[in-house]
């Protein structure tokens, strides 16, 4: 395993904590050996606590909390199985401007983005919050205890939006794929339509064809029909002009005569 990259939160010395070839040796039974008191011997009171026993069950408290925030990290080195601990040396103002500085400069070596979605940003900045934790929760527990559980909420909140934000791709992914595949069958669907829409132009084109040869068909027809019977209405109006000469000639030839000669005509028509 390969040993941790370095962090902004700060850690104490690694310790080895065992060996693959180490084995455990058998627990021995302890030997349980009563004192020898005399008959007159009284019982010795128990020294009295020093007055550092309270600060270190405050700071042995502290440690605890703090390994609980921020665990431990383990890693395989050889045969060797590595630990080290979150730092729980108090932080200075220097210590602070110092975390700043280094932030800093790991944003720009690891050329993070200012804006936008950037997971070395976040990385960093996830670092930097943890060693404020650190720093915080060693002068006051409880106030890192509620640093954890905003970053915890802080940390759910961004999950819950990758989720989202993977959710939506697959949504939009599946969406792509089913628009090609109606993008293909409306292309066919198109293509069909042309080839309809062709065929009726061709039929139209037919049928404009056959219409106009049937209007000049039915043109000349009539024009030939028109120009009958104006010939008949000419021969009808000479006929009748020449009767009426007739008619006019007879009567001043006398009454009889010109009526036979003017009927004798028609009933032979």
Partial sequence: ?????????????????????????????????????????????????????????TKQES????????????????????????????CTRTDVVHLEELLDTKLQQRQARETGICPVRRELYSQCFDELIRQVTINCAERGLLLLRVRDEIQMTIAAYQTLYESSVAFGMRKALQAEQGKADMEKMISDLESEKHDLKKQLNEQRAKC???????NEK??????????????????????????????????????ITVLLPALRV
């Fill in 1 to 57: 395993m390969i040993p941790p990259a370095e962090s902004l939160l700060k850690y104490d010395n690694p310790v080895l904590v065992s060996k693959s070839t180490d084995r455990k040796s058998p627990k021995g039974r302890p030997l349980r050996v009563s004192p020898q008191q005399s008959a007159d011997s009284t019982p010795i009171p128990p020294p009295p606590k020093p007055k550092s026993s309270l600060t270190d069950a």
């Fill in 63 to 90: 440690e605890e909390i703090l390994n609980a925030i921020l665990p431990p990290r383990e890693w395989m080195e050889g045969n060797q199985l590595w630990m080290q601990h979150v730092s729980s040396t108090p």
């Fill in 212 to 218: 106009d040869a049937i209007e000049k068909r039915e």
């Fill in 222 to 259: 009539r024009q030939v029909e028109e120009k009958k019977h104006m010939e008949e209405i000419q021969f009808l109006k000479r006929t009748n002009q020449q009767l009426k000469v007739r008619f006019y000639n007879s009567i001043q030839k006398g009454p009889l005569d010109s009526l």
